[in-house]
Every structure is written in C-alpha cells, then in structure tokens.
C-alpha cells in the first residue's frame, strides 16, 4: 500500500493555511512531521488527521472545505493531487445516496484549487455521468437512481455557480436549448456556465422549447449564439424535422448554431449556420 506523504506547501493547501503556518505549527508541536536529512518537512495524512481532530478550531480559513473528519481530509488530499479516478468514484457513490453536501465539496474544492471549470467538467462530472448511463444500460441501477444521482450532481453544479465570479460585462448574448425527448438539461446547464464564465448573457431554456418559441426568443434578446444539446433522441426523423426548423430560424436571425451530445450525430446537422461541434468543455470554453 501506497504511503501518502506531502510538502508542506501540499499541507497547506489541505489545510487551508500558508507555509509559513505549516512551519509554525510544527515548531509549536500541534503538526507533527518527518524531517528529511536535508531538512525538509513531509507530513503523513495521519499528521494532518490529529492535527484535524486536535485543533481544527484553529483552521477557520479552509481553503477548499471544512475539514469535519478524515473522510474530509482524504478527499481534500485527493483535489490536491489531481486523483480524479478516485474523485469521481467519491461523487458516484455519494450522489447515489443523494449526498448533495458531499457532492458539493468536491466541486467547490476543485474550484477553490484553482482547477479550470471546464476541467471539472470534461474530468469529474461528464465521467460520472457517463458512469451513471453505463449502470443504468448495464441493469445495475434502476432508473430512479439514476435520477436521484444525477440531480444530485446538478444541483451541485447548479451551487457551485454561487462561488465562481462571473464577469458584469457582457461580451455577447446566447440561447441554450435541449432538443425535445431530452432526459437531461445537465451538460446544457454546464455549457451555459462556461458561457457565463466567459462574459455572455446567457438565456437557458432547458427543456425543449418550440421553434416558434426559439424566434419568439430570437426577436426578444438577440443572441449572435444558440446551443443546443441533445444526448438521447428516441425519434430521429420527428427530431430532425425540428433541427431543421430550428437551422432556418437561425439562418432568419444571422445566429451561429454549437452542438455538443452524443446524440446530435444520429441527425444530418451540415448546414451553414453550425460552426462548430464541441466534444468537450474544454473546446466550449476556448471556441466562446
């Protein structure tokens, strides 16, 4: 088995403090510590587990969560290593209980540790929803767990937006809209958030909305940008008629069409209006 030892800068971003209090509590004999020959400190998650126990009254300004018991300090040494096969098991497991504040931890610590959003995107959350589908499909989970954990994982993300800084101006305006049959509006809700990561003020109409609607839309807020998202068509030609209204409006309006999900592929979606399909957040974030 693994022995998991870390510098002291590694400590301090567990325990939310600067190095220069990581030496202090160690000169103070709170944070015990192994010196290497050449005088450097490395700590044991045992070390920052009694320190956990001991004096967590003292750490007040955690920098990724409170630290309530080891299980905490596990998963915060996990964001700071970047384990995320290990994370995303955390967030399976503890959406399927309907853990939300659990859930939460995770994303808001990745955030706090200064991951990119679309990198918990494309790394954590798409993972573990592909994950979810795979039990579902594979008759390991019911269907309403599969709904309990994946809202629970959407109501994190939903959160997680209340700690992340979204820029007052806006440098352009956009629609998100799911395709109709679609189960899910949740990688819809997490391109609308890259969005507004990156300025945009962003209509989310979720579930589908007619394309009447959508030009109704259109003529009301005038987006340069529409998405669309569809991860589950269960009546192809019914769904490409719709695209296809869709497309026309777009071409009405002059608005630029993305598509991302991997259901878009079962449609015929060239048309001048599409400018790109995004696989990936990451791709969402760069391209917006």
């Given at each position: 088995?693994?022995?998991?030892?870390?510098?002291?800068?590694e400590?301090?971003?567990i325990?939310?403090?600067?190095?220069s209090?990581?030496?202090?509590?160690?000169?103070e004999?709170?944070?015990?510590?192994?010196?290497?020959?050449?005088g450097?400190?490395?700590?044991?998650?045992a070390?920052?587990?009694?320190?956990?126990?001991?004096?967590?009254?003292d750490?007040?300004?955690v920098?990724?969560?409170p630290?309530e018991?080891?299980?905490?300090l596990?998963?915060?040494y996990?964001?700071?290593?970047?384990?995320?096969?290990?994370?995303?098991?955390?967030?399976?497991?503890r959406?399927l209980?309907?853990?939300?504040?659990?859930?939460q931890?995770?994303?808001?610590?990745?955030?706090?540790?200064d991951?990119?959003?679309?990198e918990?995107y494309?790394?954590?959350v798409?993972?573990?929803?592909?994950?979810?589908?795979?039990?579902?499909?594979?008759?390991?989970?019911?269907?309403i767990?599969?709904?309990?954990?994946?809202?629970?994982?959407?109501?994190?993300?939903?959160r997680?937006?209340?700690?992340?800084?979204i820029?007052?101006?806006?440098t352009g305006?956009?629609?998100?809209?799911?395709?109709?049959?679609e189960?899910?509006?949740?990688a819809?809700r997490?391109?609308?958030?890259?969005?507004e990561?990156k300025g945009?003020?962003?209509?989310?109409?979720?579930q589908?909305?007619?394309?009447?609607k959508?030009?109704?839309g259109f003529?009301?807020f005038?987006?340069?940008?529409?998405?669309?998202s569809?991860t589950?068509?269960?009546?192809?030609?019914?769904t490409?008629?719709e695209?296809?209204?869709?497309?026309?409006?777009?071409?009405?309006?002059?608005v630029?069409?993305?598509?991302?999900?991997?259901?878009?592929q079962?449609?015929?979606?060239?048309?001048?209006?599409?400018?790109?399909?995004?696989?990936?957040?990451?791709?969402?974030?760069?391209t917006a």
């Amino acid at each position: 088995m693994e022995i998991k030892q870390f510098n002291s800068i590694e400590a301090a971003k567990i325990l939310g403090v600067n190095v220069s209090t990581i030496k202090r509590w160690t000169e103070e004999g709170k944070l015990e510590c192994i010196k290497t020959a050449g005088g450097h400190r490395k700590f044991l998650m045992a070390h920052l587990g009694d320190y956990v126990k001991k004096y967590n009254h003292d750490a007040v300004k955690v920098h990724l969560f409170p630290l309530e018991d080891e299980n905490d300090l596990e998963i915060s040494y996990h964001i700071v290593k970047g384990d995320f096969n290990v994370l995303i098991d955390h967030v399976i497991r503890r959406a399927l209980e309907s853990k939300l504040d659990k859930v939460q931890q995770v994303l808001n610590g990745l955030y706090l540790a200064d991951y990119p959003l679309y990198e918990i995107y494309d790394r954590l959350v798409t993972p573990a929803l592909h994950r979810f589908g795979e039990m579902w499909v594979g008759g390991d989970l019911s269907i309403i767990e599969e709904h309990f954990g994946s809202q629970t994982i959407r109501d994190s993300i939903i959160r997680l937006q209340g700690i992340i800084k979204i820029p007052a101006e806006k440098t352009g305006r956009a629609i998100c809209l799911n395709l109709s049959g679609e189960l899910h509006d949740i990688a819809l809700r997490m391109a609308a958030n890259i969005l507004e990561l990156k300025g945009y003020q962003v209509y989310f109409s979720g579930q589908y909305t007619s394309a009447t609607k959508v030009e109704q839309g259109f003529e009301r807020f005038k987006p340069q940008r529409l998405y669309i998202s569809s991860t589950w068509i269960e009546n192809v030609p019914q769904t490409q008629e719709e695209m296809n209204r869709i497309l026309e409006v777009c071409e009405q309006h002059g608005v630029d069409v993305y598509l991302g999900g991997q259901a878009i592929q079962l449609l015929q979606i060239e048309h001048p209006r599409i400018k790109n399909y995004l696989r990936s957040f990451q791709e969402a974030y760069f391209t917006a």
